[in-house]
């Protein structure tokens, strides 16, 4: 059988679902144990890294009369250090130390998903450079991550895995059993009745701080999840800006929704009270938990930002989907928000956008729909007139500043709205890149 990454397509479906209580004990204690398993790695090897460091100081201290014997507290924290790495030696080790992570209704692809998880924070700590791998808190939001496997099914089925499709409602999932679910029916209903391969990957089981389930799925198959679009010989490109969501190099604009903003005040009213009736609690001696009408509020609080993260979600996914649609190729400017983001007035409204999930549907969904989706440097695209080429800043000419909307150029007299302009030269930029062979073979290798 083909590995998910041999396979031409992959998908992946958010499917929502609807737990029994017993089924909702059952997720609670499988992202506890997942919980627990990651923050004993992260836990002994913080642990074992400082007493190595300080038993190796000692060591150097103790130079001259190099066998000096360790004394009490020393040779304890020697033995905890072999006693730790014989722990994290093995993944199995773990499940056999502690007896309550046998249970059988914890899943041991969970626990060996924390581990790789674990390991997955350290590469990306050393790919990156920053944040090392911290202890997992408790949350109101659960999530664990379980995989589906086909130990000995020649061919993956929807149908055929640990965790499979009963019908175009149901999954079956391993520990948890029968769950009903909604969305991509017609996909999942097709796929089942032609009998199309397709194989099942992670599979992540979430719940959201406002009591709602969804089951994240990687789907991976050599038959593609949708057909291509037709071609329209239309190329755009886009201009992000915080005056309006976007402007294109046709003209056409979209403005900035904002739900963020439009949201505050009623967010912040949910908010005041919440952390009144957790002075409240506090002040009492209660714990938060058992706190009756602090957990209420709390979920009036989740449910408002959920609110605005659909509305947000919604809007770039309709938005993204009309750009690809109608054009061959979409073009713009690569992000830099690290830097904006440094200006505080600005990182509000740019956080709020969303631009980089923005950009990031628009890369699937063109790899998706057989169209074509490149970002550019954003240098001089704002700068530059693209009727004669003028480069303002340069040359004596005056820099246009955040406050220059319109602007006419000092060479040609050309009356320009700044959006525009530099979305008519990102598209340029892109054209000249893509007639070019020689520049598209670098790119694209
Ligand atoms: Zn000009």
């Given amino acids: 059988m ?3 990454s041999s396979l031409a397509y992959h998908f992946g479906v958010k499917l929502c679902f609807y737990p029994s209580s017993k089924q909702n004990k059952i997720i609670k204690l499988n992202y506890d144990a997942q919980r627990f ?6 836990g002994r090897n913080r642990s074992n890294y400082h007493a190595k460091h300080y038993l190796a100081v000692r060591q150097y201290q103790a130079m001259p009369f190099a066998f000096s014997a360790l004394n009490s507290y020393e040779a304890r924290l020697a033995e905890e250090v072999v006693a730790n790495s014989e722990l994290l030696a093995k993944p199995k080790n773990i499940r ?3 007896s309550f992570l046998r249970v059988k209704e914890i899943d041991s692809l969970a626990i060996a998903n924390a581990i790789q998880n674990y390991q997955k924070a ?6 990156i450079g920053h944040g090392i791998p911290t202890f997992h808190k408790k949350r109101s939001d659960w999530s664990y991550q379980t995989n589906c496997q086909y130990p000995k099914q020649k061919e993956a089925f929807l149908d055929n895995g640990t965790a499979r499709f009963i019908d175009a409602q149901h999954v079956k999932m391993p520990k948890l059993g029968i769950v009903r679910i909604a969305g991509f029916r017609r996909l999942i209903k097709e796929r089942l009745l032609n009998h199309i391969p397709t194989r099942i990957g992670t599979v992540t089981i979430k719940k959201t701080a406002d009591e709602q389930f969804y089951l994240s799925m990687q789907l991976g198959s050599d038959t593609a999840f949708v057909k291509e679009l037709p071609k329209t010989q239309s190329q755009i490109g886009i201009d992000l800006n915080l005056d309006n969501f976007l402007t294109a190099s046709n003209g056409s604009m979209v403005a900035n929704p904002r739900f963020y903003c439009k949201a505050k005040k009623k967010l912040a009213h949910a908010q005041r009270v919440l952390s009144r009736r957790q002075r409240w609690a506090k002040k009492e001696g209660r714990n938060l938990r058992l706190a009756k009408n602090y957990q209420k509020q709390r979920l009036v609080v989740a449910k408002l930002h959920d609110k605005i993260r659909r509305q947000r979600n919604d809007f770039l996914q309709v938005l993204s989907t009309v750009l690809i649609k109608n054009h061959d190729l979409v073009v713009a400017e690569e992000l830099r928000s690290r830097n904006l983001l440094k200006n505080h007035a600005l ?17 699937y969904k063109s790899k998706l729909y057989g169209k074509e989706f490149i970002t550019i440097d954003p240098k001089y695209t704002t700068q530059r007139c693209h009727q004669c080429g003028t480069i303002m800043g340069h040359n004596g000419y005056r820099k246009l500043r955040l406050t220059d909307r319109e602007w006419v150029c000092p060479m040609c007299q050309t ?12 598209i340029e930029k892109a ?5 070019n062979p020689i520049i598209k073979k670098k790119k694209v290798a």
């Fill in 37 to 42: 398993v990651y923050n004993s790695y992260v």
């Fill in 415 to 426: 009356h320009h709205i700044r959006d525009w302009n530099a979305a008519i030269n990102i």
């Fill in 96 to 98: 056999d130390t502690y």
């Fill in 2 to 4: 083909k590995r998910m």
């Fill in 431 to 435: 054209q000249v890149i893509w007639s």
């Fill in 347 to 363: 990182s509000q409204a740019i956080s709020d956008v969303g631009w980089r999930k923005f950009l990031n549907m628009l890369a």
């Fill in 122 to 127: 350290w590469s990306n700590y050393r790919k």
